[in-house]
Structures are given as structure tokens and as C-alpha cells.
């Protein structure tokens, strides 16, 4: 087995979960056991999003039906003799789907990254208070959620939108297909910008601000509510499926919320912390904010939760764009990194990471990368230290906002791609953040969280075991003065150039 956390079927512990995940490049599946672990084997189908020059980006949706189907099936096989007691999915989030009165797709999936509405997204904040509704619905006025992009499918397909019946996200779409279940999650609703973060409910006169009926959208359930699946479609599920015979389906929720359940951050006391080709730094709080500040955003999740965080487009992909510009192929990999890793110093050039455009917490969309302190003796691993600082700096944004509105947490949980390929990062976020970062070595968290926010209405007495997780890299005290002086120059160059 990879990890001592994986284990052999015959060593589960039921109930057991089958959990899907959609994400960005494939839709994954495994299943996990009463104690969180998982078990046996796993299965991949990868896919990719359409992509072209006027900002779309899409996805087929019965192409991810059919690969989830193919998912299920290679699981519930493997399971054999033994039987899930739940079935759960998580997707990428803010993406859309509308349906004719038969369940069929009008459209293709539309994906958060989809930034045609671009137009229509100037036109509503125009229109609408935009801090005012941020505190309404935990969200502002982006091209990733639905009343931009509603309206641009109104101008640009009127014959779609004339024949809609419902409109629903992707994991809705697929829940749909498998199940005839009508539904959506509270975190998948939230994730739309439509719904109000006070009422856990769709926000009415937004919907009707942005073109739509309440009735053509899926009545939304929360985590702790499984969807009931109507007799005959039960049977025919338990006929193809016979490990699922008995399972329960949970309607989908979102990645971010599955991420930061799956890193161990499941409460007021720890942030999770995802480092990947993007990045975000997320709190699961009990108690609704009253006041958000401008720069996070805050989606409801359930009854009795929140998420409250902010979001970075660039990590990964800054660290790529210094691995190439930069060419440190042509550097000693422990010169880089020794440079990485060494005292911080004043010549290091300041570095704003915006190479795709900032969301939090500022959410400047046209913002671009900005490196000042550049002198003729700077090596190329001085400015490659700058970037990573400014990946640093633009956490510790975030988490200057999050602590006004959840100031308990005492760890920092830190999971993803950059985490293992650029390790040197996690210290300097410890520094910059004033806060203890804890690398969680487990891959496929996502698809963890997925299980464990199911296992806590079918095993909510049993223990959850622990993942893997690396040494805990503490803030080095003495380099207090060096970041602040760093996140008050930050401040000032943005707020000279995007202010």
C-alpha cells in the first residue's frame, strides 16, 4: 500500500462510503470506511475543459455522467460481497447546466472558468450595491457566478433560456442521471452566488434580478439530509449496482468545502490551506459573520456551517512562470534552494503575484504581475525568492481578513501539488502568516473530505483516523520585521497601481 493510512478491504470497518470527485482534469472515486480510511482500489478517468480565446471554458456534462458511471461501476465491483452504505460527490464548483423538462442538457457545462459574461458582469455592478450583496450572499459580482452568467445566456441564447426547466450544476446534472433525483447541496447552491448566506435558502430577488424562476431550480439539501430516491429507481440502481443496494445518495457539494474537510480542517480551529496550480485559504465557522470583510467571500454550507475564505489564481502557476523566465533548469537545484530557504534580506525584489488577475482580496480582474527592486546585480534566484515571498505575502492577506471573523485558529493545515514540489514555500507562509503551517502528505484530499462529511450522519460516533501528515513548520519570530515592512510595501505598490 502507498501510506499505512490506505487499507486492504478485508480490514474496513463499515460503513463504507463511495466517494466521487469531478475536478478540473479528471473524475475520481474511491471508497472509505467508517474510520475515513481508504480502502482498496481507486479509479481515474481523466478529461479536460474546452478552452478558447473568447474565454470559454466547458465541459460536456454527459461526458462526466458517463465517466462517473464508468467510476461507480469499477468501484462498486471491487467492493464485491460488502455494501456502501452512501454514495457522495463532490465537483468543481460555480458551474452550470440548464435542462429541458425531461432532464436533458440545453447547454454544455459552463465552468467557474467561463468568462464570457464579462459584459454582463460591468452591467450588475452598475446595478447593485455590490457590498451590500456581498453581505447578502457571501459573494460579489464575478463572471464565475450565476447572475452575470444567466444573463448572458439570456442575450446570447434567448432560445435556451426559452426552453429551460431547471437550472442546476454539474454534480446536480449527474445526480440526476443516476438517480432521477432532483437536488442540489448547500455549498453547491452557495457556490452560484445565489443564495443567501443568513437563510441557507435561494436569495429570491436575486434570482429574479438575474432572469430566473425559483422554480426552475433544485430544492437544496443540506449535509446531514440524504435524497430520497423514488422506488422503482432505487431498484434499478440496486439491480446494476448491487453494492449500493442500500446506500444512501448525498447531494453534491462543492471541492473547496471537501478540500478543507480533508486536510483536517474541519472547524473554527484550524485553516485550510490548498496550494496548487491556484490556492485559497478557507475556515469552517459555526456561526455566521455578521460583517464580511470586503475581501473574502463567505458561503453557507449547511444548516449549522460556513465557509469563509479568499482565493489566489496564482501559485503554482507564478512558481511555473519563474521556473521557465526565470530558467533555473540552468540553476544547482540545492543553490535554489538554499536560496529559498536562507534569511530573508532586504535586496530581495518585492514581487506581486497577479499573472492571471487578482480575486482576493482585492478582486481586481485586470490586475498583472508587478516586480519592483530589481538592480542590476539581482540573480535570477533573488527574484525567484521574490515571487515565492509575494505567493507568501498574498496568503497572508487573506489570512489578516479571516482572522477578523474567525480568530480562534491556532493551526494551518497545508495540502497540494506545491507543497511536495516546492517545499520551501510552507516556512516562508509560516513567517509571512505569523501562523503555524502543518504540509498534509496525503494525495486525493478532496475525495477524503467528500467521505467524511457523509460519515457524519452514517458513523457519526466512530473515530476518524488521522492522514499523514508532515513536521509542523512554526514562524521564525525574528523575521517579524522583515514581513511586515514586506506586507506594508505590498500594500502600498497595489494600492497605487489597482487601488
Not at 457519526?460 to 499523514?468: I, M, T
Amino acid at each position: 500500500m502507498a501510506s499505512d493510512f490506505e487499507i486492504e478491504l478485508k480490514d474496513a470497518v463499515d460503513p463504507l462510503v463511495l466517494a466521487i470527485d469531478v475536478g478540473s482534469t479528471a473524475t475520481r472515486g474511491m471508497v472509505y470506511d467508517a474510520h475515513g480510511r481508504p480502502v482498496g482500489r481507486r479509479a481515474k478517468v481523466s478529461h479536460s475543459f474546452t478552452v478558447a480565446p473568447d474565454g470559454t471554458s466547458q465541459i460536456d456534462p454527459d461526458q462526466v455522467v458517463d465517466e462517473v458511471t464508468q467510476v461507480v461501476t469499477t468501484l462498486a465491483e471491487a467492493l464485491g460481497e460488502r455494501r456502501a452504505a452512501g454514495v457522495a460527490l463532490d465537483t468543481f464548483a460555480s458551474s452550470l447546466v440548464v435542462v429541458d423538462a425531461d432532464g436533458h442538457a440545453l447547454t454544455p457545462c459552463f465552468t467557474y472558468a467561463d468568462g464570457r459574461c464579462a459584459q454582463e458582469v460591468g452591467e450588475l455592478r452598475e446595478e447593485l450595491d455590490e457590498a451590500a450583496l456581498q453581505q447578502r450572499t457571501g459573494t460579489r459580482v464575478h463572471s464565475s457566478y450565476w447572475p452575470a452568467r444567466l444573463r448572458w445566456l439570456a442575450r446570447t441564447r434567448p432560445e435556451v433560456t426559452g426552453s429551460a426547466a431547471h437550472y442546476l450544476s454539474l454534480g446536480d446534472y449527474v445526480l440526476r442521471a443516476l438517480t432521477g433525483v432532483l437536488a442540489t447541496g448547500t455549498s453547491t447552491a452557495a457556490w452560484t452566488g445565489l443564495v443567501d448566506r443568513h437563510t441557507a435558502d435561494w436569495y429570491a430577488e436575486l434570482v429574479e434580478i438575474a432572469g430566473i424562476r425559483l422554480d426552475q431550480l433544485p430544492p437544496v439539501h443540506h449535509l446531514d439530509e440524504p435524497v430520497t430516491v423514488e422506488a422503482r429507481r432505487a431498484a434499478k440502481i440496486a439491480k446494476r449496482w448491487p453494492a449500493l443496494e442500500d446506500a444512501r445518495w448525498y447531494a453534491p457539494i462543492t471541492d473547496g468545502l471537501a478540500a478543507n474537510v480533508g486536510l483536517g480542517a474541519f472547524d473554527e480551529t484550524a485553516i485550510g490551506a490548498s496550494c496548487a496550480t491556484s490556492g485559497a485559504l478557507r475556515v469552517l465557522v459555526s456561526e455566521m459573520p455578521e460583517q464580511l470583510p470586503e475581501g473574502l467571500w463567505c458561503y453557507r454550507v449547511s444548516h449549522d456551517r460556513a465557509l469563509v475564505g479568499g482565493a489566489l489564481n496564482d501559485v503554482g502557476r507564478a512558481l511555473a512562470w519563474a521556473d521557465v523566465t526565470l530558467a533555473v533548469d540552468q540553476v544547482d537545484p540545492e543553490d535554489l534552494s538554499a536560496a529559498l530557504t536562507a534569511e530573508p534580506h532586504e535586496t530581495t525584489p518585492l514581487v506581486l503575484p497577479f499573472f492571471t488577475g487578482e480575486r482576493s482580496t482585492g478582486w481586481a480582474a485586470d490586475a498583472r504581475a508587478v516586480v519592483t527592486g530589481i538592480g542590476a546585480g539581482s540573480a535570477p534566484v533573488e527574484v525567484y525568492r521574490g515571487v515565492l515571498e509575494g505567493i507568501a505575502l498574498s496568503y497572508a492577506r487573506i489570512a489578516s481578513q479571516l482572522r477578523e471573523v474567525a480568530p480562534q485558529p491556532e493551526k494551518l493545515y497545508c495540502g497540494g501539488s506545491v507543497t511536495s514540489s516546492r517545499p520551501e514555500l510552507l516556512q516562508v507562509m509560516a513567517d509571512a502568516m505569523r501562523t503555524s503551517v502543518t504540509p498534509v502528505k496525503m494525495k486525493r484530499s478532496t475525495l477524503h473530505g467528500t467521505a467524511l462529511l457523509a460519515l457524519e450522519s452514517l458513523a457519526p460516533d466512530v473515530r476518524r483516523a488521522k492522514p499523514d501528515r508532515g513536521p509542523t513548520l512554526t514562524p521564525d519570530y525574528g523575521r517579524r520585521p522583515y514581513y511586515t515592512e514586506r506586507f506594508q510595501r505590498f500594500e502600498r505598490v497595489y494600492d497605487a497601481l489597482f487601488g
